[in-house]
């Protein structure tokens, strides 16, 4: 059975998009994995359709109702195969690699897609909703999270890249952010190629790469570079320098 993809959306018409296009949308021609977006909306229970209401304690805005968005959960998880639910949020957990090479590993996942305020909590407790953020900045709706999600998943199932050691390669796939990549013409506007990659020396090349990389995270996600190297976060801190967050 292929990868199964439910989103839940005030706007169905927004999927697949981008994922309609390039490898993912080649895989999905092919069946490699599959989409369905549902209507939240189609799970109203009045004549006017509606998915929200005013929110408690007052503010701005309006909440998602839980009766409606738990029926519309209900019947995802019943139309498919047991997956992972989850809610796009900027308060949720970062996603990592990590959870997306898991969530790639199983059968699909269920995510909803919230607007407004937000989403009712009681049913994000009910359903034990996992709540992931794609990084700390609020869009206006979960479908462009939900994008992003599916596309760092749907890359990693079997036969979507076409060379599997790539993705070993990448950043976050070992903790570090990827080295530069270089290709011809061997100089370009003054700047050159660094020689080691012209010198089919693989293991000089791949120290290297290796230590560019180790270079550019220390430089550009320190937060990064202190989970591997949390001693030398303490020593920098020790020493006067800023310890890493």
Do not use: N
Request: charged share 20%; with cysteine.
């Amino acid at each position: 059975m292929s990868w199964q993809a439910t989103i839940l959306t005030l706007f169905p018409e927004m999927f697949p998009g981008p994922l309609g296009h390039s490898l993912a949308g080649r895989a999905l021609r092919d069946g490699v994995w599959g989409l369905e977006a549902i209507d939240i909306r189609g799970f109203a229970t009045d004549r006017h359709r509606s998915v929200d209401d005013t929110p408690c304690g007052g503010g701005a805005g309006m909440v998602l109702r839980p009766d409606v968005v738990d029926a519309a959960i209900g019947a995802a998880l019943a139309a498919g195969p047991a997956r992972p639910a989850l809610v796009m949020t900027p308060r949720g957990v970062p996603l990592s690699q990590t959870r997306v090479r898991a969530l790639a590993e199983g059968p699909g996942a269920i995510l909803l897609c919230g607007r407004f305020e937000g989403i009712d909590q009681r049913v994000i407790e009910a359903r034990g909703l996992e709540e992931i953020s794609i990084g700390d900045y609020v869009l206006s709706g979960g479908e462009p999270a939900a994008m992003v999600l599916l596309d760092a998943c749907i890359r990693l199932l079997p036969g979507v890249m076409g060379a599997a050691a790539s993705a070993e390669e990448e950043s976050f796939s070992q903790g570090l952010l990827e080295y530069p990549h270089y290709t011809r013409p061997t100089e370009w506007q003054g700047r050159a190629v660094p020689p080691v990659l012209l010198s089919g020396h693989h293991a000089e090349i791949a120290r290297w790469r290796r230590a560019e990389a180790e270079r550019i995270t220390r430089e550009r996600r320190p937060d990064l570079w202190a989970k591997l190297h949390p001693d030398a976060a303490g020593a920098g801190a020790m020493d006067g320098r800023p310890a890493a967050a």
